[in-house]
């Protein structure tokens, strides 16, 4: 019988030192660490739907921003901007004694698991989708210090300015905060570094000129306590040499042709030709711009203005090409009147290079005026001096209004010439 008892008692000390041993270590346990000790510690009857501090209190996070990518859209007028988040905050729930769990200092839990800030982007482009931010894991240490790092990809929505395309600079804005708690309970704060640009996807369009951020606080009718924010200031500039070979070079032959134009004869029919040309590449570009750009732009491009203002240019140049070749062309029996003769044989005739101007076989207007003056017209002149005189006037008459439409496409060379260098300085970036 005390045999029987002393066994007993040998059994109950080695199920208590059992106990003991299971007790101070995990890896008893068939697939039990030390990490699955403490997460299932730190877990138990943890709800993470409640702010992890104490009514009152304030959780501050942390937030830096690293951008990787961005993307814009002028149809639409949306930029989107792709990168990491940092976001760290603390949380008290989740502070272990490291030297009761191994040694343990950190430990990773996935984001559906704990408490996070609902952090959201106001000026979403998808305002039925709020969930901007990959599904990673966070890294919390034993201090209660919570840290996550997802992926994010922020679409928002930007006033385009498109005055200078193809050579402008856009800015656009994130707005970040929190959704339903204010300032006295969620306190936004810009990381010491602020953001951060790491292009991993280089954009060969657009390359980001300048990023920063800035801190608000803001006030509402409804209530008393602030309501914090961040806002990120992204400016990108468009990098454009391939437009320098598709607009800018075909608007300065453009400018060249109609200029050209006004130096062809009076009397060739090649003139409205050029300008029938210039005005269908004006056309198809016109149609170009209306694709690339969207309609109800904040601004019109200055090149639009440029090819629109061409466009009303060479019209007007195809009118007066018209003007010219008629009276090139056209047998006139009525001279050109009195005043504009003389000035055309005056200084405005000199000024324009008209005294260097010959149609006719080396006969200048000034030396047939001379010979039909010397014309001796006698009583007994026959038929056919009379014919002779007759063909001499009509051919006299015929040369005055040739050099009328060269005055005409001289002066209209002039003239294009001043107002493209107008438009020119007007719409040049």
Same mark, same amino acid.
């Given at each position: 019988?005390?045999?029987f008892?002393?066994?007993?008692?040998i059994?109950?000390?080695?199920?208590?030192s059992l106990l003991f041993?299971?007790?101070?270590s995990p890896?008893?346990?068939?697939?039990s660490?030390?990490?699955?000790?403490?997460?299932?510690?730190?877990?138990?009857?943890?709800?993470?739907?409640?702010?992890?501090v104490?009514?009152?209190?304030?959780?501050?996070?942390h937030?830096?921003?690293?951008?990787?990518?961005?993307?814009?859209?002028?149809?639409?007028?949306?930029?989107?901007? !792709?990168?990491?988040? @940092?976001?760290q905050? $603390?949380?008290?729930?989740?502070?272990? *004694?490291?030297?009761?769990?191994?040694?343990? *200092?950190s430990?990773?839990?996935?984001?559906h698991?704990i408490?996070q800030?609902?952090?959201t982007?106001?000026?979403?482009?998808?305002g039925n989708?709020?969930?901007?931010?990959?599904?990673t894991?966070?890294?919390?240490? =034993?201090?209660?210090?919570?840290?996550w790092?997802?992926?994010?990809q922020?679409?928002v929505?930007?006033?385009?300015?498109?005055?200078?395309?193809?050579?402008?600079? $856009?800015? #656009?804005?994130?707005?970040?905060?929190?959704?339903?708690y204010?300032?006295?309970?969620?306190?936004?704060e810009i990381s010491?570094?602020?953001?951060?640009i790491?292009?991993?996807? +280089?954009?060969?369009e657009?390359k980001?000129?300048n990023?920063?951020?800035s801190?608000?606080?803001?006030y509402?009718?409804c #209530?008393?306590?602030?309501?914090?924010? *961040?806002?990120?200031?992204?400016?990108?500039?468009?990098?454009?040499?391939i437009y320098?070979?598709?607009?800018?070079?075909p608007?300065?032959?453009v400018?060249?042709m109609?200029?050209?134009?006004?130096?062809? +004869?009076?009397?060739?029919?090649? @003139? %409205?030709?050029? =300008?029938?040309?210039?005005?269908?590449?004006?056309?198809?570009?016109?149609?170009?711009?209306?694709y690339q750009?969207?309609?109800?732009?904040?601004?019109?491009?200055l090149?639009?203005?440029?090819?629109?203002?061409s466009?009303?240019?060479?019209?007007?140049?195809? %009118?007066?090409?018209?003007?010219?070749?008629? #009276?090139?062309?056209?047998?006139?029996?009525? @001279?050109?009147?009195?005043?504009?003769?003389?000035?055309?044989d005056?200084?405005?005739g000199?000024i324009?290079?008209? #005294?260097?101007?010959n149609?006719?076989?080396?006969?200048?207007?000034?030396?047939?005026?001379?010979?039909?003056?010397d014309? +001796?017209f006698?009583?007994?002149?026959?038929?056919d001096d009379?014919?002779?005189?007759?063909n001499l006037?009509?051919s006299?008459i $015929?040369?005055?209004?040739l050099?009328?439409?060269t005055? %005409?496409?001289?002066?209209c !060379?002039l003239?294009?010439?001043?107002v493209?260098?107008?438009?020119?300085?007007?719409?040049s970036?």
């Open positions: 019988m005390k045999s008892s002393a066994f007993l008692i059994l109950i000390v080695i199920n208590i041993v299971n007790c101070d890896t008893t346990k068939r697939n660490t030390w990490t699955d000790t403490l997460k299932r510690d730190l877990l138990v009857d943890y709800d993470k739907f409640v702010r992890p104490d009514h009152g209190s304030t959780t501050k996070v937030i830096f921003l690293t951008v990787k990518h961005v993307d814009v859209d002028e149809q639409k007028g949306i930029m989107s901007v !792709f990168g990491w988040i @940092k976001m905050w $603390q949380d008290d729930k989740l502070i272990w *004694n490291a030297t009761e769990y191994g040694n343990l *200092n430990i990773h839990l996935a984001d698991e408490w800030p609902d952090i982007l106001y000026n979403s482009a998808l989708t709020i969930d901007h931010y990959a599904n894991l966070t890294i919390v240490s =034993n201090s209660g210090t919570v840290m790092v997802p992926p994010f922020f679409q929505f930007c006033e385009f300015d498109l005055r200078l395309w193809p050579f402008d600079t $856009q800015t #656009c804005e994130i707005w970040l905060g929190s959704w339903v204010n300032g006295l309970e969620i306190d936004l010491d570094y602020g953001t951060e790491d292009m991993f996807i +280089p954009n060969h657009w980001i000129k990023i920063t951020a801190r608000n606080s803001t509402y009718d #209530c008393a306590e602030p309501y914090v924010s *961040n806002t990120y200031t992204i400016t990108v500039m468009r990098q454009s040499p320098k070979t598709m607009v800018v070079t608007a300065t032959c400018i060249l109609t200029l050209a134009a006004f130096w062809l +004869p009076p009397q060739s029919g090649e @003139k %409205i030709v050029l =300008n029938g040309i210039n005005i269908i590449m004006i056309g198809v570009f016109m149609m170009y711009f209306g750009l969207p309609v109800m732009a904040l601004h019109t491009p090149v639009v203005l440029f090819y629109s203002s466009l009303y240019l060479v019209s007007i140049a195809m %009118i007066v090409a018209v003007i010219v070749n008629y #009276c090139a062309n056209s047998k006139h029996n009525i @001279k050109v009147p009195w005043a504009v003769k003389n000035l055309l005056g200084w405005l000199s324009l290079g008209l #005294c260097h101007v149609y006719s076989k080396g006969q200048t207007s000034q030396q047939r005026d001379a010979e039909l003056r014309q +001796p006698e009583d007994n002149s026959t038929a009379r014919q002779m005189i007759s006037t009509k006299s $015929q040369h005055d209004w050099i009328l439409a005055a %005409i496409d001289r002066i !060379f003239s294009y010439c001043l493209f260098i107008i438009l020119a300085a007007m719409y970036v």
